[in-house]
């Protein structure tokens, strides 16, 4: 056990599924070894009180050594091989100290009180993990693979980017892909929080863990069965052990230096009591029972039980917080700097018109455009691929986040991007236009001359409206944030209902801005691309929309949302601050209980027995209020 600091949270091996808290607690030793010191406990009760003591006392002793054993070499360990002085090394010295004093029946009793907590608390701690661990499940152990005219089964850790899967109804995917032929609807409620089935066909983007629910589709694989955005999202779990909040710390700071203050505070009653009244065996007693009284058992797990509750719920709709640290920030977020493409939008941006100057034709400066896009991963660039097919292949090909990307192609110098980064010419004023309707406007140069300008326009998502305003509801800022021209983001800002908006900025101008909001109140980042990282890093919280997005804004975000229904973010507030008020219960329940107790167990007003049944129900009344994180809340 490691109560004290509370690192059985720390990891956890989500692989190992041979692990005893996979079996049913009537098989499992952790709760079978308490549940039989608790019976030999009971059986000497009713031996004592029926006049049959030899046996009530063996039966206690029996009760000792079986609650005992799931402590004590722990404790020991602790000391000999880190020299920690640990809540379980409190226990030992008091059981030992009664038995030494002659209280066996207390001591069976301390012993097992604590380690029924103890198992409860493991065993809490287990389903608290068990949404998390239930991740791996959701990749098939083996897939069916495509081997020229036949098909041939193989271990999902096997598959090869470029493998064509084949996947019939009622299978799940077993690694991210691109449906290459069939048309089926996906079930994507597991991985993204998302009820409604995704329609799919040739071209489509699909996602690990995924179940097909109709028609057959063929797959070909665009990452490896071992690498792909599924295990993505287990390693952000098992992250989320690495990491304790704030509010964790503050327990190890208060229990790390209260056990040793706790042994040196009933030296010194026992000692001081002694001499001072002559009744040593009184002062010792009360400076067991002391020891006890003050063990900061019930504060050392007040936080983790309740992070891992809330984390697993969290990853159950679809939200993945990668630390404690995070989530207890999460619950006092008060402002939200939001990107706009990918984001606010719906991510499928389209080509709607093509100005070109004299003598170039549209299909010429998307042909160009096109050549240098297939290398870029911006939505604007999807777009732009879609609207040409068989695109060209330039070379030499460099992008600079939040500018553009240049090339070259038939010995000419090509560039794609931003008005702000590249020259309209005679093209500027349509350029105004289209950016007045909404369009997001890119320049195409060929030998550093303007030849034409693409209008894009990205639809906001139906969802962001009711969002925000819900948002708005509940006292929460929201700003947005984008490297468009002022005019499309109003236009599409006032369509959402945010009146903050921040146009044409660089990705360091959002870290910039998303800094100072920090400065005044909680600020979280919410972005999915390359250009946001910056801003995701810079932000009191950073918060990666899809867990396929890019990987750069992934690894800078302390949340990762795995679906893009911008409607999860309410929900993840609220959740995150019913755990931080649950958390703040448990933190002032722990303390507590020790301030109470330590005055009574000083004055002698409550012995052993009492101060030792107090204690844990104390411990077992906040493991059952932690776990109350674990329950899904409404937005």
Same mark, same amino acid.
């Given at each position: %056990?490691?109560?004290v600091t509370g690192s059985?949270v720390?990891?956890v091996d989500?692989?190992?599924?041979?692990?005893?808290?996979d079996r049913?607690?009537?098989?499992?030793?952790?709760v079978?070894?308490?549940i039989?010191?608790?019976?030999a406990f009971?059986?000497?009760l009713?031996?004592?009180w029926?006049?049959?003591e030899t046996a009530?006392?063996v *039966? +206690?002793?029996?009760g000792l050594?079986?609650?005992?054993y799931?402590?004590v070499p722990g404790?020991l360990?602790?000391l +000999?091989t880190?020299g920690k002085?640990?809540?379980g090394?409190l %226990?030992?010295?008091?059981?030992?100290?009664? $038995?030494?004093?002659?209280?066996?029946?207390e #001591?069976?009793?301390?012993? +097992?009180l604590?380690?029924?907590?103890?198992?409860l608390?493991d065993?809490? %701690?287990?389903?608290?993990?068990a949404?998390l661990?239930a991740?791996?499940?959701?990749?098939?152990?083996t897939?069916?693979v495509?081997?020229?005219?036949?098909?041939?089964?193989?271990e999902a850790k096997?598959?090869?980017?470029?493998d064509?899967?084949?996947?019939?109804?009622?299978?799940?995917?077993?690694t991210d892909?691109?449906?290459?032929?069939g048309?089926s609807?996906?079930?994507?409620s597991?991985?993204?929080g998302? &009820?409604?089935?995704v329609?799919?066909d040739?071209g489509?983007?699909?996602?690990?863990?995924?179940?097909?629910?109709?028609g057959v589709?063929e797959?070909?694989?665009?990452?490896?069965?071992?690498?792909? &955005?599924?295990?993505? !999202?287990?390693?952000?779990? @098992?992250q989320?052990q690495?990491?304790?909040?704030?509010?964790?710390?503050?327990?190890e700071?208060?229990?790390?230096?209260?056990?040793p203050?706790v %042994?040196?505070?009933?030296?010194?009653?026992?000692?001081?009591?002694?001499?001072?009244?002559?009744d040593?065996?009184?002062?010792?007693t009360?400076?067991?029972?002391?020891?006890?009284a003050?063990s900061?058992c019930?504060?050392?797990?007040a936080?983790? =039980?309740?992070v $891992?509750s809330a984390?697993?719920?969290?990853s159950?709709f679809?939200?993945?917080v990668k630390?404690?640290a995070? +989530?207890?920030?999460f619950g006092?977020?008060?402002?939200?700097a939001?990107?706009?493409?990918g984001t606010l939008t719906r991510n499928?941006?389209? =080509?709607?018109r =093509?100005?070109?100057?004299?003598?170039?034709?549209?299909?010429k400066?998307?042909a160009w455009?096109?050549?240098?896009e297939g290398h870029s991963?911006?939505?604007?660039a999807a777009?732009?691929?879609?609207a040409?097919?068989?695109a060209?292949?330039a070379?030499d090909?460099?992008e600079?986040?939040?500018?553009?990307i $240049?090339?070259?192609?038939?010995?000419?110098?090509?560039?794609v991007g931003s008005p702000r980064w590249?020259d309209?010419?005679?093209?500027?004023? @349509?350029?105004?236009?289209m950016? &007045?309707e909404?369009m997001?406007v890119?320049?195409?140069?060929?030998?550093d001359?303007?030849?034409?300008? !693409?209008?894009?326009?990205d /639809?906001?998502r139906p @969802?962001?409206?009711e969002v925000?305003?819900? *948002?708005?509801r509940?006292g929460i800022?929201?700003?947005m944030?984008?490297g468009?021209?002022a005019?499309?983001?109003a236009a599409l800002a006032?369509q959402?209902g945010?009146?903050d908006?921040?146009?044409?900025?660089?990705?360091?101008?959002k870290?910039t801005?998303?800094?100072?909001?920090?400065?005044?109140r909680?600020?979280?980042m !919410?972005?999915?691309? !390359?250009?946001d990282?910056p801003?995701?890093?810079?932000a009191d919280?950073?918060?990666?929309m899809g867990?396929?997005?890019?990987d750069?804004a992934? /690894?800078?975000a302390d949340?990762a949302?795995?679906?893009h229904?911008?409607?999860?973010?309410p929900?993840?507030l609220?959740?995150?601050?019913?755990g931080?008020?649950?958390?703040?219960?448990?933190?002032?329940l722990s303390? #507590?209980?020790?301030?109470?107790?330590l005055?009574?167990?000083?004055t002698?007003v409550?012995?052993?027995a009492?101060?030792? *049944?107090?204690?844990e129900?104390? /411990?077992?009344?906040?493991?059952?209020?932690g776990?109350? #994180?674990a329950?899904r809340?409404?937005a």
């Amino acid at each position: %056990m490691s109560t004290v600091t509370g690192s059985q949270v720390e990891h956890v091996d989500l692989d190992d599924d041979d692990d005893d808290d996979d079996r049913p607690w009537y098989r499992s030793p952790i709760v079978l070894i308490p549940i039989a010191s608790g019976v030999a406990f009971a059986a000497g009760l009713v031996c004592e009180w029926t006049g049959v003591e030899t046996a009530g006392l063996v *039966l +206690f002793w029996i009760g000792l050594l079986l609650g005992a054993y799931t402590f004590v070499p722990g404790a020991l360990r602790e000391l +000999f091989t880190k020299g920690k002085l640990g809540i379980g090394l409190l %226990m030992t010295i008091s059981a030992t100290g009664a $038995v030494i004093l002659g209280y066996v029946e207390e #001591a069976a009793a301390l012993a +097992f009180l604590y380690s029924i907590a103890e198992a409860l608390e493991d065993k809490a %701690m287990d389903r608290a993990r068990a949404g998390l661990r239930a991740l791996l499940k959701l990749v098939p152990d083996t897939a069916l693979v495509k081997r020229g005219d036949a098909t041939a089964e193989v271990e999902a850790k096997e598959l090869r980017v470029g493998d064509v899967l084949v996947v019939r109804p009622g299978e799940r995917i077993a690694t991210d892909g691109i449906v290459c032929a069939g048309r089926s609807s996906l079930d994507t409620s597991a991985i993204t929080g998302e &009820s409604i089935p995704v329609d799919v066909d040739p071209g489509t983007e699909v996602s690990a863990g995924s179940i097909n629910t109709t028609g057959v589709l063929e797959v070909e694989a665009t990452a490896a069965g071992t690498d792909n &955005s599924l295990t993505t !999202i287990v390693e952000l779990v @098992e992250q989320a052990q690495a990491q304790k909040g704030e509010r964790a710390r503050l327990a190890e700071r208060i229990a790390r230096p209260l056990v040793p203050g706790v %042994m040196i505070l009933a030296v010194l009653v026992g000692v001081l009591g002694s001499l001072l009244t002559g009744d040593a065996e009184l002062w010792i007693t009360r400076a067991l029972v002391v020891l006890v009284a003050a063990s900061p058992c019930a504060l050392a797990i007040a936080v983790p =039980v309740t992070v $891992v509750s809330a984390i697993g719920a969290a990853s159950k709709f679809g939200v993945v917080v990668k630390s404690g640290a995070a +989530f207890e920030r999460f619950g006092g977020i008060r402002h939200l700097a939001v990107d706009k493409t990918g984001t606010l939008t719906r991510n499928e941006p389209t =080509v709607t018109r =093509v100005v070109t100057a004299a003598d170039v034709t549209e299909d010429k400066v998307l042909a160009w455009a096109a050549s240098l896009e297939g290398h870029s991963t911006h939505p604007l660039a999807a777009a732009i691929r879609e609207a040409v097919r068989n695109a060209p292949i330039a070379a030499d090909v460099s992008e600079t986040a939040g500018h553009g990307i $240049v090339g070259t192609y038939a010995g000419a110098r090509l560039a794609v991007g931003s008005p702000r980064w590249l020259d309209a010419g005679t093209l500027a004023d @349509e350029v105004r236009a289209m950016e &007045s309707e909404g369009m997001t406007v890119v320049i195409v140069h060929r030998n550093d001359e303007p030849v034409g300008a !693409i209008g894009v326009r990205d /639809e906001l998502r139906p @969802e962001v409206p009711e969002v925000i305003a819900t *948002l708005d509801r509940r006292g929460i800022g929201v700003t947005m944030l984008t490297g468009d021209n002022a005019r499309t983001a109003a236009a599409l800002a006032g369509q959402a209902g945010i009146t903050d908006v921040r146009a044409e900025l660089r990705p360091e101008d959002k870290a910039t801005a998303v800094a100072d909001f920090s400065k005044s109140r909680p600020t979280a980042m !919410i972005g999915d691309g !390359i250009n946001d990282a910056p801003a995701l890093a810079a932000a009191d919280l950073g918060i990666a929309m899809g867990a396929k997005g890019a990987d750069a804004a992934i /690894e800078s975000a302390d949340i990762a949302f795995t679906g893009h229904d911008l409607r999860l973010i309410p929900q993840a507030l609220t959740h995150a601050r019913r755990g931080r008020n649950i958390i703040n219960q448990n933190v002032v329940l722990s303390i #507590a209980i020790i301030v109470v107790l330590l005055p009574l167990a000083i004055t002698g007003v409550l012995g052993l027995a009492a101060v030792v *049944l107090v204690h844990e129900v104390a /411990e077992v009344v906040v493991i059952l209020n932690g776990l109350r #994180a674990a329950r899904r809340t409404k937005a």
